[in-house]
């Protein structure tokens, strides 16, 4: 079984926050607010927070301006992954990747599925890499922020979390580029 080791040391990573709604303002933003008070109690930095409408231009434009940001390793958004016409994170997404990391949504729905049963396969959650950032894409209820952070991202963007981790590998992720 997965632990957290002692013997690394822990390290912080800066994670921007990005929720997808054309009716949500930081004063109702619930699933917004979950993330970020997680990751603060985790012990990283909230490098970002915005909240941006449900258009592909738009999210894609966000995301390339903290996929060009130095100051961001990790981008998290909230909202428009599921099924309807104005759901278009992902295409987003896949719009800006590099890479994609099938576990990641293929073991949000398989959590979900505990608690909603069925009515998880109308996710389209996913994480990629792009530009040597990470970018995961829940959806927009706080339970599947919860979720999605407290069974997945909180070990994975723990340094010290082993066998592996997300953190160990950042200086890896453009390999590719330095070629």
């Not at 926050?17 to 970020?36: A, E, F, I, K, Q």
């Not at 258009?55 to 599921?82: H, Y």
């Not at 890479?99 to 109308?122: A, C, D, H, M, N």
Request: charged share 25%; glycine share 10%.
């Amino acid at each position: 079984m997965a632990k957290i080791e002692g013997d690394r040391p822990f390290l912080p990573v800066n994670i921007a926050v990005l929720t997808v709604s054309d009716s949500r303002t930081v004063d109702n933003d619930t699933s917004g607010r979950t993330l970020v008070e997680r990751i603060e109690a985790a012990g990283h930095r909230v490098a970002d927070r915005r909240i941006v409408a449900d258009e592909t231009d738009l999210i894609r434009a966000r995301l390339q301006a903290w996929i060009a940001d130095p100051d961001v390793d990790v981008v998290i958004a909230t909202g428009g992954t599921g099924v309807t016409g104005r759901d278009v994170t992902p295409e987003a997404f896949h719009a800006v990747m590099d890479k994609e990391i099938p576990g990641f949504g293929e073991l949000f729905r398989w959590l979900s599925y505990q608690k909603i049963g069925t009515s998880t396969v109308q996710s389209r959650a996913l994480g990629v890499v792009a530009g040597g950032t990470y970018l995961f894409a829940l959806p927009g209820s706080p339970g599947a922020c919860k979720d999605a952070w407290d069974g997945i991202l909180v070990q994975q963007l723990d340094s010290r979390h082993k066998p592996c981790n997300f953190v160990e590998l950042m200086p890896r992720l453009m390999e590719h580029v330095r070629g």
